[in-house]
């Protein structure tokens, strides 16, 4: 009898800490691993470094684009990207003129 009691009293006194640990080691293990755990946001960093290298290539190809667009409007022509355009699309030059043919860039 004296040894069940010595039992449940010592029961009784481990079984905070044990419960305080067991928490801890819980959200610690969910601090790193998990959806949004710190492994989970490095991967999404490398991500979001990829997408900005991307956007960045996109932007340095598409401002030459809205460069030349602009020169293009209604309210502001300019005649030699008008004539370039002419000669591109209409695939015509002056009799005058020197044609010379180059290989088309891929």
Known sequence: MVLL???RRRARQIVGPILGISLVAYF???LVQGDRGLIAMLGLM???KTAQAT????EAERL???NRVALLRNDHLDRDMLD??????????DS???IVMTAAKR
């Open 46 to 48: 490398q991500q979001v």
């Open 64 to 66: 030459p684009l809205a």
């Open 55 to 58: 956007l960045d290539a996109s």
């Open 96 to 98: 005058r003129e020197i």
């Open 28 to 30: 610690a293990y969910h």
């Open 5 to 7: 009691t010595e039992l």
């Open 84 to 93: 370039e355009r002419v000669r591109t699309v209409l695939n015509a030059a």
